[in-house]
């Protein structure tokens, strides 16, 4: 049995140590927004925050993040950036399949929580490990914007 | 698909479906009782669900659901489709919902795949078209007459907008859902009158996305987050070429993995069956599994493409010819050639292929983001013994296909039924391939080798072109193989070359289609129009530069006959700025514009594309301004959004796609080995819509081919370097 702490709950899951945290959270615990998409940490489908730091959850044991903090897409409204980047992502229609967009979610919120107004340049940079087949890049950028916005809007 | 089997298909099949229009509001025991006086009369709230008929139910509580019998898997269908009910019907679309269909293709056929239900060939809109806005219209007119009956009111006073129905007069309202037990008992309308299209307040407006919500908090239900209980994960080794088999194999290690239940042998490969997705894993990496490749395909990529090359040197299939293109050529003043090299795709979805199966005591459950109904139903069937319509088939949402989800061999779902015949599961058991199975299973868009060339004759005229193709045929051993196949031609494998729009007197256009190779070839999002689009497109360019002609110039001279082209192309050059200038690149930089048009699955879209050309070769594409043809525009957005995908999803191939084969072995697995577009290689994207009252056809393909051509063409302009293969070489472009 290991512990985890997800979306600020405690649980424990009968895994092997060396699991890695995507199936245990999707298996063992049923939160299966976060997706699998290539195992090799290479398109970012499974990015999940372990103590606020975005890490992708596919090469991450779960025995070397018992105790921390783990946060998934289903959680991420708790946050305000997470909502404002929510919000922003349904105003604009980002989506298509879908698949890859818990990842992108939650890799614009990191970039939105230490950086309130990125440029194109910047969001490129934060954002090019986060695949979309379906290239919905135009729109994931003008919504990263319009979160950014709608927050700067919020803190006057 | 081609024009005319979609259209002799659609008009007798829209007949056929018009005459036997079966929608209603099925009545359920208490449904009188709830109708009568004060129950659900004004501002009363009913308590009877009804079930649904065809593509529409309304419940008590005002909620709306259209039923679709496409697969959403991004495209935006199951918006588009609601759009076009709601419209008709007049609903709030807030109270609006998506639910799919399930396998049964006597209801749900695909109008233009004749006794078939399945998505594809960019036909969701088309040939749902008519029949969701009858099953609208109907929907309303029910509402209308039953509210009539109420209030004793004449019909023609009643108005309905955004899900209210209204007397005026008398001052009576009432909600859909107060009125859906009365609607019920109406009859079913044998004829409806569709809306004026001037009084369309969804379709051609902005109606947002149904599956926004679910897809940005993690709850959209795709098959790899199928759960159920006591369901088992199964993971299968695959022969490491295509057509060899298993000689023998040790399940010892793999079942002493904790967490493995079961390995048996089926007949793809091995399978390992654990209770959760990493035991399965650890399982199979444990397996040891000799194979039998005696008689499995041993040659390279490289190898088939030199064939290929050989057999262009010889004639092939005629596919079209006009004129004398022989008696063109040998007077010609100038000729100008050139062959262009087509690697085999991967379609590469975000979420690999998965299947759940279980069979019960008297059918059988699928969950999968189902493409092709009723083949896979069939296929299903077949393993089990089963009816086909005992196969019951959940519709979930697709992380993204490309064609890959119907495949015409049934491929996956076939290999997740054959796990519980063999395993003999009485528990549901959901097949998982990793990125690698999906990557190195085949149903690859196929390699092509196009050769071209033209004829200008003495007073610079485009006389002559002769286009050849050597490629797989798609269409063998598929169910459209029938209506695709013409005197040994793949239509598929020629479109877009066939039907050269250009107005060009002499032209044959033949197709060699290689029987020996027997990787598994498929329909690869915009399919033919993947590489004619290409070698036309760029090769016109080239031919336009010989004549001492502006691009956009020749090709309006020669689109005379063919408005539509000619006018999403004058759009596209009007909004993109062609013939300024454009700004001179930094440090080294070479910038270019360039075009291409092109019309797939009769939609017609062109681009013209900004480039910059680094010292090194690199190519960055900045700007890329697209114009449209649909038809009636349903989703304005949807459009926009699924043209701005096409351009990254081309950009992909056109950038990095290659699946490389050496000695029958695929060399790629992952998205290490096969990249696909990045944000920041994705460039600003503009969508222009022509305004249109043509019946609307797809937009989810035909985004696709233009991209690469125009592309290639700005390059050329920035260069002076003619690109001829996909994906293209740094290396040809260095400084």
């Not at chain 2, 109406?186 to 001037?198: Q, R």
């Not at chain 2, 993995?257 to 997705?277: E, S």
Request: charged residues 20%; neutral net charge.
């Amino acid at each position: 049995m290991i512990e985890l702490n997800v979306n600020g709950k405690q649980h424990k899951v009968d895994v092997e140590p060396d699991t890695p945290l995507l199936w245990a959270l999707r298996d063992a615990l049923q939160l299966t927004g976060t997706k699998y998409g290539c195992g090799e940490g290479l398109c970012g489908a499974c990015t999940v925050f372990v103590d606020g730091v975005p890490q992708r959850s596919c090469t991450v044991p779960v025995s070397a993040v018992g105790g921390r903090r783990i946060t998934t897409i289903e959680a991420v409204d708790a946050d305000r950036v997470g909502m404002a980047v929510q919000e922003a992502w349904r105003k604009l229609d980002v989506v298509q399949c879908g698949y890859c967009q818990s990842g992108q979610i939650m890799n614009a919120v990191a970039l939105l929580s230490h950086n309130r107004k990125p440029s194109d340049a910047d969001i490129d940079t934060a954002m090019s490990g986060n695949l979309c087949r379906c290239a919905t890049y135009v729109r994931v950028r003008a919504a990263i914007h319009e979160a950014a916005r709608a927050l700067g809007e919020r803190h006057v | 698909m081609s024009e005319h089997l979609i259209e002799n298909l659609s008009r007798r099949q829209f007949l056929e479906v018009g005459a036997g229009l079966t929608l209603g509001f099925c009545l359920p025991e208490l449904a009188d009782a709830a109708a009568g006086p004060g129950k659900a009369g004004d501002g009363v709230i009913g308590t009877v669900n009804f079930e649904p008929n065809a593509f529409l139910r309304i419940s008590p509580d005002n909620t709306v659901t259209v039923i679709s019998k496409h697969l959403e898997m991004g495209q935006g269908t199951y918006t588009g489709l609601a759009t076009i009910l709601a419209d008709e019907l007049d609903a709030d679309w807030y109270t609006v919902r998506v639910e799919g269909a399930p396998a049964d293709a006597k209801r749900y056929n695909n109008l233009f795949w004749g006794p078939a239900q399945g998505t594809g060939g960019s036909t969701a809109m088309a040939n749902s078209w008519e029949q969701m806005r009858q099953a609208g219209a109907a929907g309303r007119a029910m509402l209308v007459s039953a509210a009539a009956k109420k209030w004793h009111v004449a019909a023609t006073e009643i108005a309905v907008r955004d899900g209210l129905v209204t007397h005026a007069k008398s001052g009576h309202k009432a909600t859909f859902g107060q009125l859906a037990a009365a609607a019920a008992a109406e009859p079913v309308p044998t004829e409806v009158k569709l809306k004026d299209p001037k009084d369309f307040r969804l379709i051609g407006k902005q109606a947002r996305r149904k599956d926004s919500a679910a897809k940005t908090n993690g709850r959209a239900q795709f098959t790899q987050d199928v759960h159920l209980p006591e369901m088992l994960v199964a993971m299968v080794a695959h022969p490491p070429r295509f057509g060899a088999t298993v000689k023998s194999f040790d399940a010892g290690r793999a079942m002493a993995v904790k967490g493995v239940v079961d390995v048996v042998r089926i007949p793809q490969g091995v399978a390992v069956l654990a209770k959760d997705t990493w035991s399965a894993k650890k399982g199979r990496d444990a397996l040891v599994v000799k194979w039998e490749e005696g008689a499995a395909f041993k040659l390279g990529s490289d190898e088939i493409l030199a064939r290929y090359k050989e057999l262009a040197k010889t004639p092939g299939m005629v596919a079209k010819q006009t004129g004398e293109p022989d008696q063109a050529f040998a007077q010609a003043a100038k000729v100008i050639s050139a062959g262009y090299d087509f690697p085999y795709l991967a379609h590469a979805a975000m979420e690999p292929m998965n299947c759940v199966v279980q069979l019960g005591v008297d059918g059988c459950e699928v969950w999968n983001g189902e493409q092709l109904h009723t083949g896979d139903q069939h296929a299903v069937a077949r393993v089990f013994g089963l009816k086909p319509e005992q196969v019951n088939i959940h519709m979930l949402y697709a992380g993204g296909s490309f064609g890959r989800r119907a495949c015409k061999d049934s491929d996956y779902v076939l290999e997740a039924a054959q796990i519980v015949k063999a395993s003999r599961a009485k528990v549901p058991v959901k097949l998982v391939w990793l990125r690698e199975d999906d990557m190195r299973a085949g149903y690859y868009r196929p390699l092509f080798h196009h050769a071209l060339e033209a004829a200008v004759d003495a007073d610079g005229k485009l006389v002559g072109w002769r286009h050849r193709l050597v490629g797989q045929s798609i269409m063998v051993g598929s169910p459209f193989e029938k209506a695709m196949i013409k005197d040994g031609v793949d239509m598929v494998s020629v479109e877009g070359a066939a039907n050269l729009p250009y107005a060009i007197p002499n032209l044959t256009v033949d197709l060699h289609t290689p029987k020996d190779i027997p990787v598994p070839v498929l329909w690869w999002r915009s399919v033919g129009s993947s590489h004619t689009a290409f070698s036309t497109e760029t090769f016109f360019d080239e031919v336009a530069a010989a004549m001492g002609k502006d691009p956009v110039a020749l090709r309006l001279e020669l689109l005379a006959g063919h408005p539509r082209h000619a006018a999403v192309l004058k759009l596209a050059a009007e909004k993109a700025g062609w013939g300024k200038p454009l700004k001179p690149g930094r440090n080294g930089e070479r910038r270019g514009r360039g075009v291409a048009v092109h019309e797939s699955f009769n939609s017609y879209v062109a681009q013209v594309a900004e480039v910059s050309v680094k010292p090194d070769g690199a190519i960055k594409v900045d700007r890329v301004v697209c114009a449209v043809d649909c038809g009636v525009a349903i989703n304005p957005d949807n459009i926009r959004s699924q043209v701005e995908g096409a351009v990254g999803f081309g950009l992909s191939a056109f950038l990095h796609g290659e699946i490389t084969l050496t000695e029958g072995r695929v060399d790629q697995g992952n998205f290490d080995g096969y990249p696909i577009l990045r944000i920041d290689e994705m460039p600003v994207v503009e969508v222009h819509i022509v305004p249109s009252t043509v019946a609307p056809s797809g937009i989810g393909e035909p985004g696709v081919p233009p991209v690469a051509p125009a592309v290639a063409n700005a390059v050329a302009a920035a260069t002076g370097r003619r690109l001829r293969r996909q994906p293209f070489r740094s290396a040809d472009l260095a400084a």
